[in-house]
């Protein structure tokens, strides 16, 4: 299936990750186990509180196999343990934030578990609410659409959250829905302002507590509301360092403000324990953070280390396993999205344009490698090829709209129209060519990007500077460097190209500023480094 990818060959696509045996309080390396503090009341026996509150911190920060083992601990020292069957059934569910439509078998293997927990015996009507919460995202899942069914478990988990108040769990999965069901259309980012109220308010009173810190930071994963995550972002790696996907968590805020370095740092973290722990896919994607934040530094031989060993990650990966926050499709979209930001970030248009492309089971990351190869073509002239690879982004597009993957059908559109717009630019159709380009920009405007990624490959409106500088509208193209600044702070094509852009403008303060910042984004760039660094070091002379 994999073939046409070189080191795709090696990832299995059946069978369960072999996950590391729980240790109750040690690791094998020995160090103690760190996951943060987690006590959820319930009925069941006294001696299976300690397993069942050790798998719910597990649970909050997303590490979803071993949630599942500790659940299942739980029920072997109570097989009655109704909210243990109910934790199995939430881990099941999987990354809520994952923008991905679930399949019958992962949603009948959460049915079967919520089954079982409404047998349980010596439930109370607060447990019976529990369960009935979650069974709204899996009852009737062949008949009623997951939207609908995630709006349905939001609107029951809020019911939940004020007939107890007292229950602070209540309130943190109700927050945590909140931030899940939120359109990547609604610009006034109402679900993520309210449910980041109130997980502010229990961060003061349990800060050592693993959800709150993680859903604080997810509830403000967008561009601007990620400086509030700022404390949660740099507290959540302290508070569960046992946990590989809570030393990643961080680098989404850190990505958000452009705090390159320290997503670097923890994402190195994150990945050493995540190979460590056998969370292939959660390795892959820090590695994929890792690789972007490599690359707005002018650190790329780190990045080009990096992406060496990717082949021999790829090989671990199952994409059918149940693991870390990051399912097998986090995995493979890693896989397929290091090399493009390596060519893309770095200008390579003859690397881009002969990328392998890869035919797997998700065709929004194999859409990348297609966009890559169509902007890369095109900029060489090469306009067979480029429409080749605009017509397989078409056909992936439809794909993905007939599975009724409506975001990524979106993403996919537009790189279908960016890609357009720069073959109808080495076409000579500049009129054309702008108003794809400008279409492109006002769609990813118009969304989100899914926490799968750091950040688009190629941004729209960094494109559409791009264009602009060569059809010689340089004060146009600044205005453009300037909106993509805005969503993706310090990103060194968007600075690099305001530089330029504003030279050529005639607006030599702003050049100069926007060169300096590049220099200051830089400081631990190669030496010798990437040609921009040696112009904006001569213009600064000058």
Known sequence: MFASHRWLAGVTVAGAMAVAPIVAQEHRHAAPEKLGTVHFETSCAPAAEPAFDRAMALLHSFEFASAIQGFTSTLGADSSCAMAQWGIAMARWGNPFAAVVRQ????QQGLDAISRARLGSAVTPRERDYIAAAAKLYVDFETIDQRARVVAYSQAMEQLAAAYPADREASIFYALSLAASALPTDKTYANQLKAGAILEKLYAEEPDHPGIAHYIIHSYDVPPLAGRALDAARSYAKIA?????????PSHTFTRVGAWQESIDTNLLSAAEARRTGATAEELHAMDYMTYAYLQTGQDRAAQDLM???PDVAKRLDINAVGSAAPGSAGIFAVAAIPVRWALERRDWRTAATLDAASTPFPYADAMTHFARALGAAHTGAIVPARASIEALQQIHDRLANAGEAYWAEQVEIEREGASAF?????????DAVRLMRGAAAREDAT?????????????????GDLLVELKQPAAALREYQATLEKEPNRFRAVYGAARAAARAGDQQTSKTMYGKLLAICVNADQPGRPEL?????????
């Open 448 to 464: 989100e990007k899914n926490a799968v990624t750091p950040g688009p490959v190629a941004p729209a409106r960094e494109l559409l």
């Open 241 to 249: 360092p046992s946990a590989p996907h809570a030393l990643h968590m």
């Open 308 to 310: 060496k060993t990717l």
């Open 534 to 542: 040696d112009e904006a070091r001569a213009a600064l002379v000058r």
């Open 423 to 431: 073959v109808a630019l080495a076409e000579g159709k500049t009129d």
């Open 104 to 107: 019958p078998p992962q949603l």
